[in-house]
């Protein structure tokens, strides 16, 4: 039971270049949201998808696309990657309203 | 911008010291929930209030949830070294549940 998978850990781009990050759960839950933490600013929401077949910009969803592939699988995508999308990138899931959040381990994402 | 204020940004503790860490909204929370991140870890689930004037304590941690649930605060008592981390909280309205944001975090340092 592996509960919110993300892919890669680690990733380097080089400016202008297009990449996707994959979120995956196994716990049947509806709600599915994507983070940036970067220091100082704490977790910022850049989209989220409260259930199936539905997506939400969040705070800061500029320079980001998504996907609500199916109930289990959430990605985000770079189109043309920034140094200013330098960040650690978080994707949560939640049973529904009034239910606890859990966190993938992160993917480290840098641009140069 | 972001739905809930957290101070302080930073908290330099010595072990063995109490410290209290806030979260304040400018509009009535439905709910709020608080979150433990270890240094290079994700977020973890630690508690969530509902009620006004709601206070729960888990060992050394005590939650409190404002008479007019619009602000929160965490207390740890006898600081340990383990307490080591940044702490979010994150208040939810009851309109835009969906929108599962945080504040910027308290991020704790303890000196042995």
């Known amino acids: 039971n592996a509960g919110v998978t993300q892919t890669p850990k680690f990733q380097v781009l080089k400016t202008g270049q297009s990449m996707t990050l994959q979120c995956a759960q196994d716990?049947?839950?509806?709600?599915m949201y994507w983070y940036r933490q970067d220091p100082g600013m704490g977790l910022r929401l850049i989209y989220y998808?409260?259930?199936?077949?539905?997506?939400d910009k969040g705070e800061v969803p500029n320079g980001y696309n998504v996907s609500r592939l199916n109930k289990r699988e959430f990605s985000l995508r770079l189109e043309s990657a920034a140094p200013s999308q330098t960040s650690v990138y978080f994707c949560?899931?939640?049973?529904?309203?009034?239910?606890?959040?859990?966190f993938g381990q992160g993917t480290r994402l840098t641009v140069v | 911008g972001q739905q809930v204020m957290q101070i302080p940004q930073y908290q330099h503790v010595q072990e063995g010291e109490d410290f209290t860490t806030y979260c304040n909204s400018s509009t009535t929370l439905s709910n709020i929930q608080w979150y433990k991140q270890r240094p290079g870890g994700h977020p973890v689930f630690l508690i969530q209030?509902?009620?006004?004037?709601e206070v729960k304590k888990q060992k050394r941690l005590t939650f409190q949830f404002g008479e007019a649930k619009k602000n929160s605060s965490l207390h740890i008592t006898a600081t340990q070294t383990t307490d080591v981390g940044t702490y979010f909280c994150?208040?939810?309205?009851?309109?835009?549940?969906?929108?599962?944001?945080f504040g910027a975090g308290t991020q704790v340092v303890v000196t042995p």
């Open positions: 716990m049947n839950h509806n709600s």
């Open positions: 998808s409260a259930s199936e077949g539905t997506t």
């Open positions: 949560a899931t939640r049973a529904g309203s009034n239910t606890e959040a859990f």
């Open positions: 994150a208040g939810f309205r009851g309109d835009s549940w969906g929108k599962f944001q």
């Open positions: 209030l509902v009620k006004s004037g």
